[in-house]
């Protein structure tokens, strides 16, 4: 089958709409607030993290055909562990709960009249939120035509009309950054890509990549590969454009909100101050449009996951009815507690996937010696540096290099793969010199 650019298109729309969620549109901004004069710098090292390496994600998941099979060069054990917790995090425990939530901060709680019962009001949105969920999931051959030609062209022309409007109508007012962003935004930046969680859902988008392209007609490695890595970069170009777009509207308010504003919050007044009630509606659709395909797709990635390592013992469907039904108690628990939480999950997670994508990449023949030490000088790190942050004092931790940059992971779990590698080159020169008198006799 000839590669054609109209599937090409309609799958980078498809994975364009998966990527940009809830994160995706509450933080670009607020990184702009709190960088101020400083947000090229930040938003360099926030596209890092939020664009390149998930692209770079759904492209090396789509080589080694699975999530769990890339954390099989580190060990099986490791690999199954690693893909469970990816699938928790961005699913039922972190991912799919936030996708619920925002929408409802900005969208719902501005028009609800007084002296309603936010909680209550919570919990009807959630459950019609997650009962459309629900019947996208159970209908997943549907998923990639629905969001490909209607979703995603719809939510980038709503986008654009903000923008341009913004453009139009808004007045400049740029402050100094505030907190870290003075010191590094760079670095600040690429640690604030984290909480988009791209990166971790890039490996499950990606298999939702290739089978959609593989029902497509293209059964041939090399023409999936690159459809899948076509499509992956159409996407980034996207979510570049749109990213920038955001923080640029988080800068050029800079000088009027502090830091202490919520992130759902400073979004909705940027659009209340350029456009009224009519634009908070408008973007209220917006949000809707780019949260529930991200919610959808989570869910059914991660039922699939779970039914098929039940070996289909508990049904796809049981999965997606589970993981709805706990997403949307987690949801009530709002915007602000979710990301408290996912903060340190994601600090915790983040590096030996990073690591695992990069290694990949490029040196993708190394030795499974080498993925395992670097992985697990990654994870043991940031494991360390997450307990000093959230309290448990460990002295040392402050004294690793580029600590306080949030890269004090990035040196161990180069040490740790260079000793791997050192161990494999010594173990096969002594398997050679015993080897020796066997092959005389």
Not at 110 to 135: N, Q, R, T
Request: positive net charge; aromatic residues 10%; hydrophobic residues 55%.
């Amino acid at each position: 089958m000839k590669l054609s650019k109209k599937n090409m298109l309609l799958v980078s729309f498809m994975l364009f709409s998966l990527f940009f969620g809830a994160g995706n549109l509450i933080f670009p901004p607020f990184l702009g607030q709190n960088a101020g004069a400083q947000t090229i710098p930040a938003l360099l090292g926030f596209l890092l993290t939020a664009v390149v390496l998930p692209v770079l994600g759904v492209v090396v998941v789509a080589r080694f055909d699975g999530l769990d099979r890339l954390g099989q060069q580190v060990s099986p054990r490791f690999g199954l562990i690693f893909a469970v917790l990816i699938y928790l995090s961005i699913g039922p425990g972190l991912g799919i709960p936030r996708a619920a939530s925002v929408p409802f901060e900005m969208a719902v709680a501005p028009y609800l009249p007084d002296g309603a019962s936010v909680s209550v009001w919570m919990a009807v949105y959630s459950f019609v939120f997650f009962f459309a969920a629900l019947w996208l999931c159970l209908t997943p051959s549907k998923l990639v035509s629905r969001i490909g030609h209607v979703l995603t062209p719809a939510l980038l022309l709503l986008l654009g009309f903000l923008f341009v409007n913004f453009l139009l109508r808004g007045s400049v007012h740029v402050a100094a950054p505030q907190q870290d962003y003075a010191a590094a935004p760079f670095f600040k930046g690429f640690s604030d890509g984290y909480q988009t969680m791209d990166a971790l859902a890039a490996l499950p988008f990606g298999i939702i990549v290739l089978q959609s392209v593989t029902a497509k007609g293209y059964d041939s490695g090399r023409k999936q590969f690159r459809v899948v890595g076509g499509s992956a970069v159409l996407a980034g170009i996207l979510l570049l454009a749109v990213y920038m777009g955001l923080a640029y509207l988080g800068a050029t308010v800079s000088a009027q909100y502090t830091n202490d504003i919520g992130r759902a919050q400073l979004i909705m007044v940027i659009i209340e101050a350029l456009m009224g009630k009519v634009g908070m509606v408008l973007f209220g659709v917006v949000v809707g449009l780019a949260c529930v395909p991200t919610a959808v797709a989570l869910t059914s990635s991660a039922a699939a996951y779970f039914s098929e390592l039940c070996r289909g013992k508990v049904s796809y469907k049981v999965f997606v009815i589970a993981i709805c039904v706990f997403s949307a108690v987690v949801s009530n628990l709002g915007l602000d507690r979710i990301v408290a939480v996912a903060a340190p999950v994601l600090d915790i997670v983040y590096p030996p996937t990073l690591v695992l994508i990069c290694v990949s990449l490029i040196i993708p023949k190394v030795h499974d010696f080498v993925s395992r030490g670097a992985a697990l000088g990654a994870l043991l790190t940031s494991v360390l540096c997450t307990l000093h942050t959230c309290g448990v004092k460990l002295p040392l931790v402050e004294a690793l290099p580029l600590y306080d940059l949030g890269l004090s992971w990035l040196i161990p779990a180069a040490v740790f793969g260079l000793a791997a590698s050192l161990l494999r080159s010594h173990a096969r020169k002594a398997e050679k010199v015993f080897s020796k008198p066997n092959e005389e006799l």
